[in-house]
């Protein structure tokens, strides 16, 4: 079968850094995305990762091991607006994506 | 204005009626995506379709159908509504490069009772 995983729920304060882990097992695999979801929103594209390594844009970095099928989302500088709920999704038929049940991440003061 | 426009924005209808939700966009994209979302169980591909002529079923698929009337246009209908298809549901568009974007729509929420 084809799974993700990553935590339900991740608590940070305000200034902080927070890593939210997604491991995942598909039948096939071109990269891994992160989606950014507020209250039912709709999901807004965060990152994409097709190579081993990390890609940094702003605030927000995501890195990827296709050998340990795992990524992470990095959020620095964690500031209120950041509480969302964070999706990882492998791209596993060119463009098509499957997504992981996603991280509610609360930022505290 | 928005570049993935979805209607009704909210619906509520009754089990055993027929519904269709659509979604329009101007990206320009070839490729369009209908997903359901419930609580805890994050977004569900039930349709795609990578061009007009391409329609392509989802993990989810059953109980719905989908139509491509253009490129611009995707419509999902639920021939039978029932309550456990109460739902977020999201229509998405990407290009053609393969890559891990999708533009979403900003959703319908649909009931039914």
């Known amino acids: 079968g084809q799974s993700l995983e990553q935590p339900s729920e991740v608590t940070a304060v305000e200034g902080a850094i927070v890593q939210i882990n997604c491991t995942y097992q598909t039948s096939g695999f071109y990269g891994l995305s992160w989606y950014q979801q507020h209250d039912g929103g709709a999901p807004t594209f965060l990152s994409y990762n097709a190579l081993d390594g990390l890609e940094e844009t702003g605030r927000f970095s995501s890195f990827l091991s296709r050998s340990d099928s795992y990524g992470y989302l990095l959020l620095q500088e964690l500031q209120m607006k950041d509480s969302a709920s964070y999706f990882c999704a492998v791209n596993n038929q060119g463009g098509k994506l499957i997504f992981g049940q996603g991280t509610e991440l609360s930022v505290k003061p | 204005d928005a570049d993935v426009t979805q209607t009704p924005r909210n619906r509520i209808t009754k089990t055993g009626k027929r519904i269709m939700l659509e979604c329009s966009q101007t990206?320009?994209?070839?490729?369009m995506y209908w997903y359901r979302q419930d609580p805890g169980l994050g977004l569900r591909l039930i349709y795609y379709?990578?061009?007009?002529?391409?329609?392509n079923k989802g993990e989810i698929s059953d109980g719905y159908s989908v139509s491509r009337q253009a490129q611009a246009k995707f419509s999902l209908s639920l021939e039978s509504a029932i309550p456990n298809q109460t739902a977020l549901y999201f229509c998405a568009t990407s290009d053609l490069t393969g890559r891990g974007t999708q533009y979403f729509g900003p959703g319908t929420r649909l009931l039914v009772l």
């Open positions: 990206k320009g994209h070839d490729r």
């Open positions: 379709s990578f061009d007009v002529k391409d329609i």
